[in-house]
């Protein structure tokens, strides 16, 4: 009982402290918290997007391996016999045969760290 005391007198001496500790978040850390997006990793050593969702499209940015990018949207589209889904990005469209796609930034950052460790110890 003595001992539960203590514990109790310790804790409120501490929760009725004046020092006041103040927390500042920085928001490029909360964007890896950003469930509304999904992000993709390129897993291909080089990757191109595309002004539309078509392999025919001109290319208008190329990747690197272990780039990341923010998914804006998607759809899917017939190629040849088979179906594609095609990411929309800030900067056209990039074909799912060339990322993985993760739900928050902070596991695609993760996933591409890793992808550079790999390549680094070959």
């Known amino acids: 009982m003595k001992r539960l005391f203590i514990f109790v007198l310790l804790c409120l001496s501490f929760s009725c402290s004046k020092n006041k500790l103040e927390v500042e978040l920085n928001p490029s850390v909360l964007e890896g918290f950003d469930v509304e997006h999904s992000w993709i990793v390129v897993t291909e050593p080089y990757a191109a997007s595309r002004e539309q969702a078509s392999y025919d499209s001109p290319v208008v940015k190329n990747y690197r391996r272990g780039a990341i990018d923010r998914v804006e949207g998607e759809c899917t589209v017939k190629v040849d016999d088979n179906y594609e889904v095609w990411y929309a990005l800030s900067d056209g469209w990039i074909s799912s045969r060339s990322v993985r796609?993760?739900?928050?930034?902070?596991?695609?950052?993760?996933?591409?760290?890793?992808m550079e460790e790999n390549s680094s110890s070959k």
């Open 101 to 114: 796609k993760y739900i928050t930034k902070l596991r695609a950052e993760s996933e591409a760290r890793s």
